[in-house]
């Protein structure tokens, strides 16, 4: 079965440094998405992605953050100069269609620590 | 208010013991409601799309009144695969899905 894959699966980083997270999404959906969950809180959006541009994204998806589809395949979400704040567990999804049919098919997430 | 808002629990529940979840939302313009289902540390998975007239799949029924923001759903016959958490989730007319905090669930044999 197809399956949404992400790298790496857990990174430990250094206050400022920059971090790149990694996503192969289902090879034939249109819609990416990358979400974030803080340990013991609610899943929340950060940003979504359609036709090789951003779509949306909410207050949280600030200066610091950006996304890339660098070729077919690849989906990433960079974090120019990370906080404590952004130690989270972060979702890449993907769908075949918009929101409105709520299909979203997640990968594993990557667990980010910020020391 | 809290776009969606969900009891956390925990419910304990017994093996075969049904269950009822609910959930509010605060805004109107609501189009689409879901819930999903996340085991421990583990990504959110699609349960089933909530619809007016209600649904069910299998042991699992869902309700929706859109006059009080409402969503729920009903676990009939709990079984022990069943325990996880639980979450409310709507999308208006936008690209993107709001979560509720979730329920938890433990079902004990």
């Known amino acids: 079965e197809p399956e949404v894959t992400q790298t790496p699966s857990h990174q430990v980083t250094q206050m400022g440094q920059e971090v790149i997270l990694r996503c192969v999404p289902i090879?034939?959906?249109?819609?990416f998405y990358w979400y974030r969950q803080i340990l013991g809180q609610k899943v929340e959006f950060l940003v979504s992605f359609y036709n090789n541009e951003i779509s949306e994204k909410s207050e949280i998806f600030d200066d610091q953050f950006s996304v890339e589809r660098p070729d077919g395949s690849n989906f990433t979400l960079k974090i120019r100069s990370t906080k404590l704040e952004d130690s989270a567990m972060y979702f890449c999804?993907?769908?075949?269609?918009?929101?409105?049919?709520?299909?979203?098919?997640f990968g594993e997430g990557s667990r980010l620590t910020v020391l | 208010r809290k776009e969606v808002e969900q009891d956390p629990g925990p419910f304990n529940v017994p093996e075969g013991a049904t269950v009822a979840f609910n959930c509010t939302y605060s805004n109107s313009a609501s189009q689409s409601f879901f819930w999903y289902r996340q085991d421990c540390r583990k990504e959110p998975k699609l349960l089933m799309s909530v619809y007016s007239s209600g649904n069910e799949d299998g042991r699992f029924t869902a309700q929706l009144n859109r006059a009080s923001q409402y969503i729920s759903l009903l676990i009939r016959d709990s079984k022990l695969s069943d325990s996880a958490t639980y979450l409310c989730v709507v999308s208006t007319n936008t690209d993107k899905l709001i979560f509720g905090t979730g329920t938890r669930l433990q079902v004990f044999p």
């Open positions: 090879s034939n959906h249109l819609y």
């Open positions: 999804a993907s769908s075949p269609l918009d929101t409105n049919t709520g299909e979203l098919f």
